[in-house]
Nanobody
Framework: QVPLVESGGGLVQPGGSLRLSCTAS????????IGWFRQNPGKEREGVSC????????LYEDSVAGRFTISRGDDKSTVYLEMKNLHPEDTGVYYC??????????????????WGQGAQVTVSS
């Protein structure tokens, strides 16, 4: 079991920025593929971004490409999702997830075994 904890959510105005953190104390997240997902009000959960090894390019869902950046922390137990130029439709609960390492990551939920509790992001004026 990998205990993932998200933090950094909150209320931000359209065009603003937030950085979400996903931490698993005592675990090396470099051993796992990491995904970020979100669930908007009234919609199904969707994949936002994912990453595998340090030399493989991350993957982004089309609506966030160019605005969101996924990265790993130097401590090896933290992953970040930097979100810029936020839109109201980015509002939702954001989850990080960890799954078995694969060369290429995917934002399909079934490939992830461990999930955090979620962090609320609200984009509103």
């Amino acid at each position: 079991q990998v205990p993932l904890v998200e933090s950094g959510g909150g209320l931000v105005q359209p065009g603003g920025s937030l950085r979400l953190s996903c931490t698993a104390s005592g675990f090396n997240l470099e051993d796992y593929n990491i995904g970020w997902f979100r669930q908007n009000p009234g919609k199904e959960r969707e994949g936002v971004s994912c990453m595998s090894g340090p030399y493989m390019p991350p993957l982004y869902e089309d609506s966030v490409a160019g605005r969101f950046t996924i990265s790993r922390g130097d401590d090896k137990s933290t992953v970040y999702l930097e979100m810029k130029n936020l839109h109201p439709e980015d509002t939702g609960v954001y989850y990080c997830a960890a799954g078995s390492y694969r060369t290429y990551c995917s934002i399909r939920e079934r490939l992830y075994d461990y999930w955090g509790q979620g962090a609320q992001v609200t984009v509103s004026s």
